[in-house]
């Protein structure tokens, strides 16, 4: 997928298509450089496939995308950068979803690759790799569609006149589908990602895990115990058989995050980004914009603002901060990244209910910080300063703490510690705003030349341990005995530091283990919460479960509580959808747009 062979984008994007993201498409004569033959020559295929997951890192990495799977849940908050909507559920419309349907462009390339790809000349197995890579880049692309707006238009034959009519298929059709594809997927693809496709493009093993986690999908939906049943016999096939595929679970929590295991054996499947115009659209400086990596400037605060200096002081009853009368303690640099201010953790203070006084991040998910490694290896809670500051408890030179995000909350706050004066600012979880709080560091990328340019690390959209947490998930729908089992392989590597001894490694462990009475379905999101937060799954978490509302309400009452409602689970469809579709039976909002919405 990094390393796929160089072609021009522009000319393998298929005009003469029914939904594009251009406004005017339909009024347009459809000008194109592929006609259908030429999807049945070598070149053809692959450049079919490459432009598809071109337009994949296209969203993957962006800000809006990102945003769209973390704002207005149990886990975050609104950044003071962020726009409110999708965070308080407030005003959101088709309008806000417009190019949403634009996916279906490469839909229609897919479907150029599967119906005329098989007369290629190719040799057999190579005519397999290639089938089996447009198999699941289809199913990936309905199974995103589905989640995110219900029924939608299935689209299954290579389209090369325009049409100005359409319709939705049922929910069931699109899944029955997606299963197809994910199933013909498994049985081309190779075990191991095979020239040309390297780096962590599909192959059999992120099918298998696809399939499983939509046989687990759908079971919620329908509560189907069949469809739990082919979920778990899948992903613990899986897991049994993990070498066969390459993959595996590294020894410590934070090596999943490493730079230098981008592409190594727990990242399943990835988006790739990178400063090499052959793999994409990546522009230096780009604050924006299609195929730019942002995810990790998304969870970052204003360090270098005028927020926070040596002197300043915090004020419980509007909880704001006072800015002091020293400059601020940090200049921008590429170590600490770029602020973008969009979304935070969420440390409010529940006020009413069964969680009054609680505050999620800190006494519900990460309430064992002592032995679970997972709260410090996903949070930047202590931040050096790069430039002298001077304030009233001295002076602040690069290499001192200027910041300390402590996940307690420490009397001495902002300006001592353990009753001893401290230089720089402490910060209790109860200090944290929409200007100030613990960055996420996961996606951290110290590779850039400039502080302004974003991310060239993929973003991973699969890892291994989601592969034990959705076994779990159906283990626990089937009542089978195994759930716990497979949540404490997760839990007892999160208990692991470099530090320590063996014998306090597995004294952790075992401090760590779970039994079957413990495993609810609120544990179990709180362990994905431990896992995976920032890493964007969480909103699909919730509606898979059909816990949005109940977590959100239960959890984030104040910003996104008094507004959010069932129908939530679903967003709008794309207005400028609704919009181009002005023949046949299915015409205008009432046909098309999803129930609550206007």
């Not at 390393?3 to 339909?26: E, G, M, P, Q």
């Not at 687990?216 to 993990?242: E, H, V």
């Not at 507004?563 to 015409?587: K, M, S, Y």
Request: glycine share 10%; charged share 20%.
């Amino acid at each position: 997928m990094k390393r796929l062979k160089k072609f021009s984008y522009i000319t393998l994007a298929v005009s003469a298509l029914v939904f594009s993201s251009c406004n005017d498409l339909l009024d347009e004569q459809p000008r194109t450089q592929i006609v259908p033959s030429f999807f049945s020559t070598p070149g053809g295929l692959l450049g079919g496939i490459a432009g598809v997951y071109n337009s994949i890192r296209g969203s993957y990495g962006t800000e809006g995308y990102t945003l769209q799977q973390m704002a207005g849940t149990d886990e975050h908050l609104r950044g003071g950068g962020a726009g409110p909507d999708f965070f308080t559920y407030n005003g959101i419309d088709g309008n806000d979803f417009n190019g949403g349907f634009g996916v279906y462009t490469s839909i229609n390339t897919l479907n150029g690759i599967l119906e005329i790809g098989p007369t290629s000349e190719l040799p057999e197995a190579t005519k397999n790799l290639y089938l089996g890579q447009a198999f699941f880049l289809r199913a990936f692309l309905y199974f995103d569609l589905v989640q995110t707006y219900g029924a939608v238009p299935l689209h299954t034959e290579f389209i090369t006149v325009p049409s100005k009519s359409d319709k939705k298929a049922s929910v069931d059709e699109i899944y029955a589908l997606i299963i197809s594809d994910l199933t013909e997927a498994s049985n081309r693809l190779p075990n191991q990602v095979t020239a040309p496709f390297l780096g962590k493009a599909a192959a059999k093993g992120a099918a298998l895990y696809l399939l499983g986690k939509v046989y687990l999908t759908r079971g919620w939906l329908n509560d189907n115990n069949s469809d739990f049943q082919q979920a778990y016999t899948i992903l613990n096939d899986l897991i049994t058989n993990q070498a066969t595929y390459g993959f595996g679970l590294w020894q410590d929590y934070a090596d999943a995050f490493a730079i230098a295991n981008d592409y190594g054996k727990e990242n399943i499947f990835v988006s790739d980004h990178s400063s090499d115009a052959t793999y994409g659209l990546y522009q230096l400086g780009a604050s924006g914009g299609a195929a730019q990596n942002l995810v990790p400037w998304l969870h970052r605060w204003n360090y270098s603002g005028n927020v926070l200096g040596a002197n300043s002081t915090f004020n419980p009853a509007t909880k704001a901060w006072v800015y002091g009368s020293t400059t601020n303690l940090f200049n921008r640099d590429v170590e600490n990244g770029r602020p973008y201010l969009r979304v935070r953790d969420n440390s409010a203070t529940v006020s009413t209910g069964p969680n009054a006084g609680k505050k999620y991040i800190y006494d519900q998910a990460f309430v064992n910080r002592n032995i679970d490694t997972r709260y410090d290896k996903t949070f930047k809670t202590v931040w050096i300063v790069n430039k002298t500051s001077t304030g009233s408890r001295g002076t602040l030179v690069p290499g001192d703490t200027g910041v300390w995000f402590v996940d307690y909350e420490e009397p001495g706050a902002p300006h001592a510690v353990n009753g001893r004066p401290f230089k720089g600012i402490v910060v209790t979880p109860s200090m944290h705003t929409d200007q100030v709080w613990p960055a996420v560091k996961k996606q951290d990328d110290n590779t850039r030349v400039s502080m302004n340019d974003p991310s060239t690390r993929p973003v991973v959209l699969y890892r291994f341990s989601d592969v034990y947490l959705l076994a779990a998930e159906a283990a626990f729908k089937l009542g089978n005995g195994e759930a716990a089992n497979l949540i404490n392989v997760v839990r007892r590597r999160a208990a692991y530091k470099k530090t320590n001894t063996q014998a306090e490694n597995d004294a952790a462990a075992l401090a760590m283990e779970i039994t079957e009475n413990d495993v609810t379905l609120d544990f179990i999101l709180d362990e994905r919460t431990r896992e995976f937060y920032g890493e964007g799954l969480r909103r699909t978490d919730l509606v898979r479960t059909k816990s949005l509302l109940a977590r959100v309400s239960a959890w984030n009452p104040v910003e996104a509580g008094s507004n959010i409602q069932p129908f939530h689970a679903l967003r709008p469809i794309p207005q400028d959808q609704i919009d181009r579709v002005t023949e046949g039976d299915c015409i205008g909002t009432d046909c098309w747009q999803n129930e609550g919405y206007k």
